[in-house]
């Protein structure tokens, strides 16, 4: 995006998907940016992506996509 919008990348094993602990994860890392003083953040997944629905339900938003993947921004001075 640009120099004040850090980008995330996260995974988790197969075995730890489905138990909530990427929503807390990222609830956590968001958490983290807004307290210091970030205005947004962004990432880019695969459209076939599992964690799209996750992204989603925390406010990120696709802002530009292609054949293969969504770029999508959470602004931060929205609560999750």
């Known amino acids: 995006m640009d120099d004040q919008t850090p980008s995330l990348a996260i ?3 197969s ?3 489905g138990q909530g602990l990427g929503n807390q994860l990222m609830r956590a890392i968001l958490s ?3 307290s210091r003083g970030y205005r947004q953040v962004s990432l880019a997944l695969q ?3 599992y ?3 996750l992204y989603r339900s925390l406010g990120f938003e696709t ?3 292609n ?3 969504f770029i ?3 602004k931060l001075t929205e609560d999750i």
């Open 47 to 49: 459209k076939a992506n």
């Open 32 to 34: 983290e940016l807004r």
């Open 67 to 69: 054949t293969e993947e």
């Open 72 to 74: 999508m921004i959470k």
């Open 51 to 53: 964690a799209v629905k």
């Open 15 to 17: 075995e730890f998907r």
């Open 63 to 65: 802002v530009s996509e």
């Open 11 to 13: 995974s988790l094993y």
